[in-house]
């Protein structure tokens, strides 16, 4: 009994100070007392967290003092630099890489250029391996890929055929001690526009390489189907080289499956008299209220980063 009651009282302890971190993630710096009444406990239980968190140097004493109630009180902040993330994606032949701190704060913007269908694993690894050294205390990597994969595992990725499997994952976490998350690229978007709709699909459509993309997004999650599979939908639109008839057919498809009320697209294609048409045609197959609200978006790249970087957020916002 006394063995369980000690378990018991130390998970309570770890989602108390999970609490508390992302409440310094979300409101730097913070008193005793405001942590306290945010968190919903008491003030000597925030107290000893924001001390532990003080002694780890997860967290910092403030130069700001809480002068609310009179005399001067201690306030506490999340500390920048006792963690760093980083998101790297592959454009065209190279690749788009940034450090994020504790915060999820942009800090610092890297790349590596001319890659080649020789790329490998070894490669990216020493890429990285100079980012850590400039950074120690980085953590976990997010990589987004413009192919198809199931957990680490890239299963099509037709520029860099040497990167397929899990080697390039499981190579970072071994010779680099990091967390690795690997995103296709239009799901990592898909992930970063979960924050603004909550049902829709993301359709990209790219022009020089005739491929086409989708991530789907049910009920505020990314949704990958068996296999991670879902969205792959150039085994559904028979000619790519014709990018009206590829979005018309996709939504279609999405429509008649999933009856999205949003269908998002971008893509060297996407202006707004192109849409009008794509909606013209969808007018003489389907019913009128069945067609979806159609979006141009504009800014993927942007998405890209917001969505590699969300997978690890998520984590650190989960941990005990």
Not at 65 to 81: M, T
Not at 82 to 111: H, M, N, R
Not at 179 to 192: G, R
Not at 201 to 224: K, P, R, S
Request: glycine content about 6%.
């Amino acid at each position: 009994m006394q063995r369980e009651n000690a378990a018991h009282f130390e998970l309570v302890k770890m989602q108390n100070r999970r609490i508390i971190r992302n409440l310094l993630r979300q409101e730097s710096p913070l008193s005793i007392a405001k942590a306290a009444s945010k968190a919903g406990l008491s003030y000597p239980t925030v107290s000893g967290l924001l001390k532990e968190l003080a002694s780890s140097g997860e967290a910092l004493v403030s130069d700001i003092q809480d002068v609310a109630g009179g005399r001067p009180g201690i306030c506490y902040e999340l500390n920048p630099s006792y963690q760093y993330a980083l998101t790297a994606f592959f454009d065209d032949w190279s690749i788009k890489a940034e450090v994020y701190d504790s915060f999820g704060k942009p800090v610092k913007p890297y790349s590596l250029e001319h890659l080649s269908s020789g790329t490998d694993a070894a490669e990216i690894v020493s890429f990285i391996s100079t980012i850590q050294e400039e950074y120690p205390s980085l953590s976990a990597v997010s990589i987004g890929i413009p192919g198809a994969v199931y957990g680490t595992e890239i299963r099509h990725l037709p520029k860099f055929p040497r990167l397929l499997g899990n080697h390039l994952a499981e190579t970072i976490r071994s010779e680099l001690n990091l967390d690795v998350y690997i995103e296709n690229d239009t799901n990592a978007i898909a992930l970063a526009e979960a924050n603004q709709w909550t049902d829709f699909a993301h359709i990209i459509y790219v022009d020089e390489d005739t491929c086409i993309g989708v991530g789907i997004v049910l009920q505020g999650q990314l949704f990958t189907g068996n296999a991670g599979c879902a969205g792959e939908m150039d085994y559904l639109c028979p000619h790519l080289e014709d990018p009206e008839d590829t979005f018309v057919t996709a939504i279609l498809a999405l429509t008649c499956v999933l009856n999205l009320p949003d269908i998002l697209i971008s893509g060297t294609f996407c202006t707004q008299e192109n849409v009008n048409r794509i909606r013209n045609r969808l007018c003489e197959r389907l019913p009128k209220e069945l067609i979806p609200r159609l979006h141009v978006i504009e800014d993927r790249n942007t998405l890209y980063t917001q969505g590699l970087l969300r997978k690890i957020l998520t984590v650190w916002s989960d941990r005990m």
